[in-house]
C-alpha cells in the first residue's frame, strides 16, 4: 500500500508540474494572455491613427472641392500664404522708431 501512495504522490507532482507548465505557456507565451493585450492595444491605436487620418483626408477633399469652385476661397488662401492683395486692399507698413545708441560716459 505504501508503494501505491508513492506512486500515486507522484502522479500528482506530475500532474500539477504539467498544469504549472500550460498556465505559464498561455501567459508568458508567443500566443498568450499578455501578447493577445499588446496586440489588442497596437490594434487600437492603429485604428484611432486611422480615424485621425480618415478625418484630415475629409478636411482636405473639402478644401480640394472649394479650390475648384469657390474664386473667394481661392483669394482668402492667396492673400494668407503668397502675401496678395484684393480689391481695394491697402497695406499699411509701420515701423518702429529706431533707439538712439547713446554710449555710456
Do not use: C, W
Amino acid at each position: 500500500m505504501k508503494m501505491s501512495f508513492e506512486l500515486l504522490k507522484k502522479k500528482h507532482v506530475m500532474l500539477l508540474a504539467v498544469v504549472l507548465f500550460v498556465g505559464i505557456a498561455a501567459v508568458f507565451g508567443d500566443k498568450g494572455v499578455l501578447e493577445l493585450y499588446r496586440l489588442k492595444q497596437e490594434r487600437d491605436g492603429i485604428l484611432a491613427y486611422n480615424a485621425s487620418l480618415e478625418r484630415e483626408n475629409a478636411e482636405l477633399a473639402g478644401k480640394i472641392k472649394l479650390l475648384g469652385n469657390d474664386k473667394r476661397y481661392i483669394g482668402q488662401i492667396a492673400r494668407k500664404e503668397l502675401g496678395k492683395l484684393g480689391k481695394n486692399e491697402v497695406v499699411y507698413r509701420i515701423e518702429r522708431p529706431r533707439r538712439e545708441h547713446r554710449a555710456a560716459n
